[in-house]
Structures are given as structure tokens and as C-alpha cells.
């Protein structure tokens, strides 16, 4: 469970991963204005985990009230990670990237 007072991208991020590399990132724009300072931003640009990192790496409230951060997507091996929001709170959940067999959970 990621800690809503405490949130921080680039560490959701990491632990999403589940110890995979991330390979590449795209980040959107958030919902109460850009948490990355102007001359910084690559909205919609596919980045390597070297450039997005530092970008991600900034604290927010995560708690209800709606996303304190931006909207991001990052691809491992296996898996497609992306930024959630859920009556209005934040976290990061996983898919897998490619089709697998078993039984399938709600996000």
C-alpha cells in the first residue's frame, strides 16, 4: 500500500516494478496544475527511466482530494505501470504487458 501522506512517484514507481527495470516513461499532466518546474517538463515524450526519474522524484498528497501529481505510464519487461486515481486517491497499479494465463483480479 503506497502511504497517501507521503507520496513520491519515482519510489511507487520503483516498487511497482517489482525489482524489473524500468524501460521507458511518459508523463502527462496533473490534475491541479504541473508539479515539475516549467523548464523541466517532457509531457508526452517517451523517456528512459534515467531522464524521468529525477522528474518523478518530488513529494504530494495522496490522500483524497484528487491526484497531487501528474499522470504517468512506465513499461518493464512485463509489466505496464500507470499513476491511479480512485475517489480521490492516488497510487500506482500494474497490468501485464503481455497475455497471461490464470485468475484476473480488479485493478
Known amino acids: 500500500m ?5 507520496g513520491n512517484l ?3 514507481l520503483l516498487g511497482a516494478a517489482q525489482n524489473e527495470p524500468i524501460l521507458a ?15 523541466e517538463r517532457q509531457h508526452g515524450k517517451v523517456l528512459s527511466w ?7 522524484d518530488y513529494p504530494f498528497y495522496a490522500g483524497f482530494g484528487g491526484a497531487g501529481c501528474e499522470s504517468a505510464y ?3 519487461e512485463n509489466l505496464i505501470i500507470g499513476v491511479y486515481e480512485y475517489d480521490g486517491a492516488t497510487s500506482v497499479e500494474s497490468l501485464p504487458r503481455h497475455p497471461i494465463e490464470g485468475e484476473q483480479t480488479f485493478l
Open 2 to 6: 503506497n502511504d497517501r501522506r507521503n
Open 10 to 12: 519515482k519510489r511507487w
Open 25 to 39: 516513461v511518459v508523463i502527462g499532466h496533473g490534475e491541479r496544475g504541473d508539479s515539475i518546474p516549467r523548464g
Open 50 to 56: 534515467e531522464e524521468a526519474a529525477p522528474l518523478l
Open 74 to 76: 512506465a513499461w518493464t
